[in-house]
């Protein structure tokens, strides 16, 4: 086989996937969340406090911090804010989040920067426990200070309750 065949073949290919692997990820993420029930909403809404532990990019070494969350749910969406404090970087970050349930206990959220100008960006996933007092889990994302794509575990405690 001429390798200018070969090489024209793998190229359609590879685009081919790639256009079917574009649509799917788009279908998973555009796909409804679902309804959150008024007990849910009361549940989330308020702040939550905890820690991560994220890999260092040198290896060996966690980065660790703090992290506070305030949530306001409504029907089928989550919207609030994310405040991070790195012990390592000696400094904070803020984010917008928003996103819903993928199931009862699976809250999925996006999150992004709140300064434009900063290329941060990512996903968390977290799972809230039947008595509604912790959510665990991670996040995936792009990190700005080790210019990489960093994950962490997630662990945050409700701090307020509602009235």
Request: proline share 2%.
């Amino acid at each position: 086989m001429d390798s200018n065949l070969l090489i024209t073949v793998l190229s359609i290919t590879v685009t081919i996937i790639s256009v079917f692997i574009a649509v799917y990820q788009i279908y998973l993420t555009r796909k409804p969340f679902k309804v959150i029930t008024r007990g849910r909403q009361y549940s989330l809404e308020g702040l939550w406090k905890g820690k991560y532990t994220q890999d260092n990019k040198t290896g060996g070494n966690k980065l660790e911090g703090e992290m506070r969350l305030s949530l306001s749910p409504g029907r089928k969406k989550v919207i609030g804010i994310v405040t991070i404090t790195s012990y390592y970087y000696k400094k904070d970050y803020e984010f917008i989040v928003d996103g819903g349930f993928k199931a009862d206990r699976f809250l999925f959220l996006n999150y992004w920067n709140k300064n434009d100008s900063v290329t941060q960006f990512g996903n968390i996933i977290l799972e809230l426990t039947s008595n509604a007092e912790i959510l665990k889990g991670r996040f995936i994302g792009y990190g700005p200070e080790s210019e990489k794509i960093v994950t962490a575990q997630i662990v945050f405690n409700k701090t307020i309750k509602n009235k």
